[in-house]
């Protein structure tokens, strides 16, 4: 009886204040400013500072943006300001296309 009469006390009380919506400004997705570039390497071997991120997806709301990244035999270090570093296996050799994201805090993408 405690229990239903809580209820329906919050209910009331919910009920009575009604919602309230406030409207957001739309977001924008990042963009790519420029193709990123071509890197070479050896086998077994790692580009430092090869490219920096900023330089090539922009947020036209100037979100802060994170990068991710895939690919199948490299290993990409994408470090919290937007450098890059790339490793080459050693046991293996041939070219590869790396996929990079940009992703903005709403979760909007460019690749």
């Given at each position: 009886m405690l229990l239903a009469f809580m209820c329906a006390l919050l209910f009331c009380l919910v009920a009575s204040y009604g919602l309230k919506f406030a409207s957001a400004a739309p977001n924008?997705?990042?963009?790519?400013?420029?193709?990123?570039?071509t890197i070479e390497l050896e086998q077994g071997t790692t580009r430092i500072d090869c490219v920096f991120l900023?330089?090539?997806f922009y947020d036209p709301d100037k979100d802060h943006l994170s990068f991710g990244w895939n690919c199948s035999h490299s290993t990409i270090d994408i470090r919290a300001d937007g450098r890059v570093n790339v490793t080459a296996p050693g046991d293996w050799y041939g070219v590869e296309y790396a996929l990079i994201r940009a992703i903005d805090p709403?979760?909007?993408m460019v690749e």
């Open positions: 924008h997705p990042p963009s790519q400013i420029s193709d990123l570039p900023p330089d090539y709403y979760g909007s």
